[in-house]
C-alpha cells in the first residue's frame, strides 16, 4: 500500500515543500504587513492580534526565512568558492546601484527628517513619561499608567514603576550603525572601531542606496564588480593608487573639521525649512504619514541592500555583511570571542517601535490599571502620540488597539464574564 503511494508522493513533493515554506513565511505578517491582522481586516472585523512576547536574555531572535534555505543558501555560496570561475553580480552586489530603488531611498531620508520635526513639536503638548529605571517602560499621556510591570533587577517590590518626564530618544529610539565608504570593501574591525563614524541605521541604508550626505562620503561605482572564487573583485580603474583624486575629504572622524552630525540634525528639526502650524492634528496626520512611508520604504530598501543584526544583542551593521568588532556581551559571547552572531534583520531592529498601552479615551483622563490590563490594546510610540494629538489611525492598527472588547470599571471587573 506504501509502495503504490510513493510514487504520488515523490510527484507532490515540490507542491508540499512550497506550502510548507508559504505557511512558515505566513507567520512574519507581522513585519511585512505592517502590524496588519490579514483576513479580519477584510471583513471589516477588528480583531485583536498578540504582540511578539519579550524574548530572554539567554534566547535568540528568530530567523526571517526557514533555517533550511538559510543551510542551502550556505551550501551553494562555500561550493561556489570552490569553483574557480567568475559569476556576474547583480546590483547592489556588485556595487552599482539600484536605479528604481533611488528615489524610494531619498522619500525615506526625507520621511524621516519629516518626522522628528512632528514628533519634536507634538512631545510639547501630548506628554511622554519614561521609568527611570533600566526597564524601558514608556507611556504616552497626561497621568502614567498603574501598571506594575517594572520587574528588572533593582526595581521595587511591587513593580511599580518610577516615572519622570520622557523626550524624543525614548519614542524613537536611534539604532546606530558603522559608516562604510566602500559597501564592498573589507568588513569593520576590532582595532578600527573608534575611527569610523557610527550614524542612524536608517540614515546608512539611505546613503547606500543612493543619497548623498555631505559628511559622509560614500564611494559611487560606475562600474560593476565581479566574484572570482568567492571573492568580489573590483577592475574599475577609477582611482589608480599613485594619484589621489579625495584631496581634503575623510572617510571618518568628521568631527576634526567642527561639525556635528546631531546638531545638523537639530538644526534640521528646529529650522525654517519646517512650514510651521498651529493646528496639533495636522502637525500629527503628517507625522503618522510620515511613519509609515519610512517603515514601507525602508522595507522595500530592506529587500535589495542587506541588514544584519546580532541574534543575541542589539547591534546593527547594514553591508553585505557584518562587523567584526568584538562588543557582543550577550549570551555565549565567550565562546565567539565577543563577536556578534550576525543574522539576516528586519525593519523593526532599525526601526524599534516602542509599543506602550493605548489610552482610548485620553480627554476623559483615563488610566490604565494593573487590575484591567487584559482589556487595554498596545500601539507603537510614534502611532500613540499622533493618535493623542488628533490624527486617525488607520485599520491596520485597529487589531493592536483591543477595540473589540469595552474597558469596565474598576468595581465592575467581577461582573464581566
Known sequence: MLARRAPKFIARHDLIQSNFTASLLSKHIYTEGLYSTGSCLSKGIPEYMELPRKLRKSERKPFIAPINEIKRQA??????????????????????????????????????????????????????????????????????????????????????????????????PCVESFHLYDRLGRAVTHEERLRVDRVPAIVELCMQSGVDVLEFPTRRYKF??????????????????????????????????????????????????????????????????????????????????????????????????????????????????GQHAWQEAEVNDIVPPVHVWHVQDPGLGGVPFHELRGYYGKLPAVVEMCAQAGASVGKEYEGLMRLDVAVPDLDEEKLVV
Not at 521595587?156 to 519614542?171: A, F, P, Q, R, Y
Not at 577609477?238 to 589621489?244: I, T, W
Not at 556581551?329 to 565562546?335: L, N, P
Request: glycine share 10%; net charge positive.
Open 75 to 172: 551550501r551553494l555560496e562555500k561550493k561556489m568558492k570552490q569553483e574557480v570561475c567568475e559569476f556576474k553580480l547583480q546590483a547592489p552586489d556588485n556595487g552599482l546601484l539600484v536605479k528604481s530603488l533611488v528615489p524610494v531611498a531619498h522619500d525615506v531620508y526625507m520621511a524621516r527628517i519629516e518626522l522628528l520635526q512632528c514628533i519634536s513639536m507634538i512631545i510639547g503638548r501630548v506628554l511622554v513619561h519614561s521609568c527611570s529605571r533600566v526597564c524601558g517602560e514608556v507611556h504616552v499621556g497626561a497621568t502614567p499608567h498603574k501598571i506594575r510591570s517594572c520587574d528588572v533587577s533593582g526595581s521595587l517590590n511591587s513593580k511599580e514603576h518610577t516615572w519622570g518626564m520622557g523626550s524624543i530618544d525614548d519614542v524613537l
Open 224 to 337: 560593476p564588480a565581479y566574484s572570482v572564487a568567492g571573492k568580489t573583485i573590483d577592475f574599475e580603474r577609477r582611482f589608480p593608487r599613485d594619484v589621489s583624486h579625495g584631496d581634503g575629504i575623510q572617510t571618518s572622524g568628521f568631527w576634526m573639521k567642527g561639525g556635528n552630525w546631531e546638531k545638523k540634525e537639530n538644526l534640521e528639526i528646529n529650522g525654517s525649512s519646517y512650514s510651521t502650524s498651529n493646528d496639533t492634528q495636522v502637525i500629527a496626520e503628517r507625522g503618522l504619514k510620515a511613519w509609515e512611508k519610512m517603515r514601507n520604504g525602508a522595507m522595500k530598501l530592506m529587500r535589495k541592500y542587506r541588514v544584519w543584526v546580532c541574534g543575541y544583542c542589539p547591534e546593527v551593521q547594514v553591508g553585505p555583511r557584518g562587523h567584526r568588532v568584538r562588543t557582543c556581551g550577550a549570551r555565549k559571547h565567550q565562546a565567539r570571542d
